[in-house]
């Protein structure tokens, strides 16, 4: 099977970055040259496209109730230029409100519990947890804050 055989094959799988097929390309053995070659064929005819791949990404993270930063942050290990996932992200129509999904995440964390009841280290307490959560599901620092004093 050829480079773009096998590039196409990988690409029927699911959509992928241009770094994703090149690193995958190199990892069967092919060449620079044709590996080149093939991927600008490639996205010639669309079968390689970081901005539409930044688009579904960031629907996908959003529906998973992902912040932004985490959902960037993702995008670029996967190896799409930052100035592509900044220009994608300012011409998105649908972002959520990320304090607002974020604070529903810190209102699962307290859901039946009466922060008034609780002593201060386990508000405290209460807060850490929000906080970790939020920010490990990619949501910044301020806004964890913001939702750890307006719950706790």
Do not use: W
């Not at 690193?23 to 901005?51: M, Q, S, V």
């Not at 930044?54 to 290990?77: H, N, P, S, V």
């Not at 959560?133 to 750890?148: C, E, L, N, P, T």
């Amino acid at each position: 099977m050829g480079v773009r055989e096998k590039a196409v094959s990988y690409l029927n799988i699911k959509p992928r970055t241009k770094q994703q097929v090149i690193k995958y390309l190199r990892g069967k053995g092919f060449g620079e040259d044709e590996i080149h070659e093939t991927l600008k064929e490639l996205e010639e005819y669309h079968y390689i496209d970081d901005a539409r791949y930044c688009r579904l990404y960031f629907e996908y993270g959003f529906e998973k109730g992902r912040g932004t930063d985490r959902i960037k942050r993702e995008l670029a290990e996967k190896g799409v230029a930052h100035d592509v996932i900044e220009i994608v992200y300012e011409e998105l129509d649908n972002v959520p409100d990320q304090f607002e999904a974020a604070m529903r995440i810190g209102r699962q964390v307290v859901s039946g519990i009466d922060v008034h009841e609780l002593d201060y280290h386990e508000r405290r307490k209460i807060q850490a947890r929000i906080g970790r959560r939020i920010v490990s599901r990619g949501y910044s620092q301020d806004i964890a804050y913001k939702v750890m004093k307006r719950l706790v």
